[in-house]
């Protein structure tokens, strides 16, 4: 089936989102103040530190490229033609460090109290790259199985899991998870545009492998 134009309320919202946690972030406002009291409620919390580490460990990259990485090899195999969905999935994926590292270094915002370093700790790179990584494999896997909806649900326990685990570990501050999601909502919008755009233009339904054009 068609899949039609693309929806730009997200990548809206996201831009907006961003460039307002961004300005309470830099003038040090009220909801900055606010951001680090909930973060060290959170911090000094009785969550297990075990599973939050685990949850935290999901945006490392020794776990969230391989993750990525598989998902591409069975859809390779499965579609053997159709490789460029992957290919804008790994530069999606790529793209993190060089949209990240610059705004850290430009707002350069402490961390938690215990954190090594003075500043760039916003937005954070591994709440950043889970959002892409395990994202990016939910877009692509679901037009491969009929649980896209799971997946996608999935993807957003995962990804909610890993910014609470972040905040809870003293890692990062919940604005800084929070900047990172409205950063990867943009990436992933436009990799869902190129997604489609390849699917529509194949004419094919990669979930069903029938013509989209005449489904």
Known sequence: MATGRPNFHLPFLCVIAFALSTWQVVTDSPLRRLDERVGNAIRT???????????????????????????????????RPAWVPQLAAALALAAVPALVAPIKALIDRPGPPGMDGSGGFYPSGHAATAIVAYGAAALLLRTHTRFGRQLIAVCALVVAANGFGLVRQGYHWPLDVLASWCLGGLILTALAFVVRERTEDNGTDLQTGGSARNA
Do not use: M, R, S, Y
């Open 45 to 79: 919390g009785g969550f297990p530190h075990g599973i939050a580490e685990v949850f935290a460990d999901l945006g490392n990259i020794a776990v969230a490229v391989p993750a990525l990485g598989a998902a591409l090899a069975w859809i390779t195999l499965k579609t």
